[in-house]
């Protein structure tokens, strides 16, 4: 059974397991398109991974092949139907500890994180990558930010919350938000 669809891959429902499969892109040529996609799978099923190992929880992964991931599914609400300030306090905690083992998630919403029995898990590492810059982490809390902005009464509360998580977890935490201050101020003149 379908549940998602994104630009790269279908998301399905079978046997109580989720199945991420990287589709073909028609408009690549062929050893191209299987190339990048066996590369981004293999990516993100290890950024998954790693992630747990630093603390953040993620849905299991039960296998990897080519272009496809088998994980556990993971049952909660999307946070974005239930987010308070405590909840963003928690987002702030584990974004840090991402940050600080050099991970950018690359989609930082509360559509892709769930609640489940108290914690907060982290979906779809699809755009996930290594990277230790202040540039690109701020990047990667900016999206949060606009999310927050866009879609969340009171956002600037669970922007606070988040900030004081994201500092009690990650030692560049200030530089972080500084350039994240930055980077909105270059997009007011843009």
């Known amino acids: 059974m379908e549940i998602g669809r994104g630009a790269e891959a279908v998301i399905t429902l079978e046997n109580g397991v989720v199945r991420k499969e990287r589709i073909a892109k028609s408009y690549r040529q062929p050893a191209l398109d299987e190339r990048i996609r066996q590369e981004r799978t293999m990516r993100e099923a290890r950024i998954m991974s790693d992630a747990r190992w630093h603390g953040v929880l993620t849905p299991i992964i039960c296998d990897v092949s080519r272009f496809d991931l088998k994980m556990e599914r993971v049952v909660g609400e999307k946070l974005k139907d239930v987010i308070d300030q405590e909840l963003s306090e928690m987002v702030g905690e584990m974004v840090g500890k991402l940050h600080s083992g050099g991970i950018v998630h690359g989609d930082l919403t509360t559509s892709n994180m769930i609640l489940t029995r108290g914690r ?22 900016h999206v949060y930010f606009q999310t927050l902005e866009s879609t969340h009464d009171r956002p600037q509360e669970l922007i606070e919350s988040f900030v004081a998580g994201y500092s009690r977890t990650y030692s560049q935490a200030e530089a972080v938000l500084q350039r994240v201050r930055e980077i909105k101020a270059r997009g007011r003149y843009l």
């Not at 898990?121 to 690109?136: A, H, K, N, Q, V």
């Open 120 to 141: 907060i898990c982290l979906i779809d590492f699809g755009l996930s990558f290594y990277e230790r810059t202040i540039e690109t982490q701020g990047v990667d809390v």
